[in-house]
Each structure stands twice: as C-alpha cells, then as structure tokens.
C-alpha cells in the first residue's frame, strides 16, 4: 500500500473536495484522481461518493479513515522521537503571539535560535491575549505569547505557562498635550482627560484601565476605542486622548510623550508563554521553547 496515497485519501477526506485537495497537496487533480482510485482498488471498496461538487466518505471510507489518522500519526511521532533521539532539529514552529512579543520580544530570540538550528522554520501570527489562547487549545499554534490570563480557569485548564516578564505600564500623550511637561502622574488626576482604550473588553490592558478606574473611582470619557497599539498611539500622537499603554520602546514614538505612575502606583501587565499541557511537542518546538525558558532571567 502506497503511504503518499494514504496521505492522499486523508487530505481529501477533510477537504471533501479534490481541486481542493490537490492544491493543498501541490499535484494535479487527475493524478490524485489516479492514486485514489488506485487506492480503492486495492482495498475493494469504495472511499468517496459525489454530494453535488464535493466528494463525501462513504460509510466504508469514514471507517478506514480513523486508521489512517492513527497510522499517519504514529508515524509522525515515532519520526519526532527518532530525530529528537539523534539531536535532529528541523521542522516548523508555528508561533501566536500579542504584539509587543512578535515585533519585540522574539525576532532576536528567534535569531539566535536559528544561530544553532538553521534548518527550522517559523510562522508567527500577530494576535490579542485570548485569540492566542484560543490557538494554542485548538492546535493552530504550538506555542503562545500573550498577555495576563484567567489561569484559574477551567477553559485553560489544559494550557502551561511560564512567566517571561513583567512591563510597566504608562500613560502616553502627545508633545503638544499639556500634561506633556510633567514626568508622573496619579490616575485620579486624568477625570477631565479623553480615553483612548482596546476595542476588545477583554484585552488585558483595557481590563487592568477598568480596575484603574474602579479602584479610584474616577472614569474618563472614552473618546475611542482602537483595535491595537499602533492605531492607539497614532491617535494620541494627533492629540485626540491619552491611553494606557504599556511602556515599551519599540512603539514610542518621538509624537509620544510618557508619563509614569508614581512608585508604589505602577500598574503592571505580565507576559507569558504557553503550549497546551500534555500536547506532543515536535524536536523542534521543544527545543525553541527550552531555549526561550533558558533565556529567563532570574529576577522574573
């Protein structure tokens, strides 16, 4: 039995459709046509039928396909075992990360990496706190960068994490802001001030701004809601509110001016990596995941 045509049949049973298939699996459709109706040759009986323009397992094919999985994935994790038992680092590393972690954090990470393991391959994804967590439970992304999370809950009762680091957070102004003079600031001074928030409640800095408010009692009108930093501090730059941000060198800009929260008032946001507990890391993701946790400094 031909095991590029098993890979073949499976490909074709999650896409229930062969131009589909064959893009995905980079032949054309009249040589996957071909290796599948070898396929069911083979076997004696048939794996697809027609539903209009897709082609459906029959009942015979939705059976055969669960041997399949299996197969495929057994061989897939004796191949990672092997490699990793004979210190073969390739493969690909498909990373979910907030902002501030992808364009800052782990691009010279990332460097010195593939300093040591040249052959890996990465694909990172720009997303919010709780879209990353949500990638690393489905499986679409082996490791996740992000922002304070509800540890304690039991949606991420399956996730791991370690804390990487802790960032102030500050209030930013553009140079042309009155408050632009001054180098601190107290949260209950900014009643009178207009907002710039995250348009999503749950990002982790519009709620550390609700706990901000509720704490002293004083809540800014919120002029805008943005959907990211970078829309955030554009906004500010031109002078339409203040926002809080956290204090990070690669978004300020020389629009931008910072003001800190005096000691002892300085609110925090953690970031943290995470994979999915008890989830098989290939050779190539554990080995990144180690050398981020080695990276650690003591102080976190």
Not at 6 to 35: C, D, G, I, M
Not at 90 to 112: D, Q, S, W
Not at 120 to 140: C, E, H, K, P
Not at 168 to 190: A, M, N, Q, W
Request: proline residues 4%; hydrophobic residues 40%.
């Amino acid at each position: 039995m031909n095991w590029q045509h098993l890979v073949y049949f499976k490909v074709v049973a999650e896409t229930e459709n062969f131009s589909r298939a064959s893009e995905q699996l980079y032949v054309t459709p009249s040589a996957l046509s071909k290796a599948i109706s070898g396929l069911e040759q083979e076997l004696n009986f048939p794996l697809f039928e027609k539903s209009g323009r897709n082609s459906v397992l029959t009942d015979c094919g939705r059976e055969f396909k669960v041997y399949v999985d299996q197969a495929i994935d057994t061989i897939n994790h004796g191949l990672s075992t092997i490699h990793e038992n004979l210190d073969i680092c390739i493969g690909k590393v498909n990373i979910a990360g907030i902002y501030t972690m992808v364009a800052e954090y782990l691009p010279p990470r990332i460097k010195g990496f593939l300093d040591i393991y040249p052959k890996v391959n990465f694909s990172l994804v720009y997303q919010i706190t709780l879209t990353v967590l949500d990638s690393i439970i489905s499986g679409t992304a082996d490791l996740g960068f992000c922002g304070s999370f509800d540890q304690k809950s039991k949606i991420y009762n399956n996730i791991e994490s370690v804390l990487l680091k802790t960032e102030e957070l500050v209030i930013v102004t553009s140079k042309d802001h009155p408050l632009s003079s001054r180098d601190y600031i107290d949260f209950s001074e900014l009643k009178d001030e207009n907002f710039i928030t995250y348009r999503n409640v749950n990002a982790g800095i519009h709620q550390i701004y609700q706990d901000l408010c509720d704490t002293t009692g004083v809540y800014p009108r919120i002029a805008f809601e943005a959907p990211d930093d970078h829309t955030i501090l554009g906004l500010v730059a031109a002078n339409l509110g203040v926002a809080l941000i956290a204090n990070n060198p690669v978004l300020m800009s020389k629009d931008l001016h910072v003001l800190h929260f005096e000691e002892g008032k300085v609110p925090t946001r953690q970031q943290y990596m995470v994979w999915k507990k008890g989830h098989h890391l290939s050779p190539a993701v554990k080995a990144f995941r180690d050398y981020i946790l080695d990276e650690i400094p003591d102080s976190v």
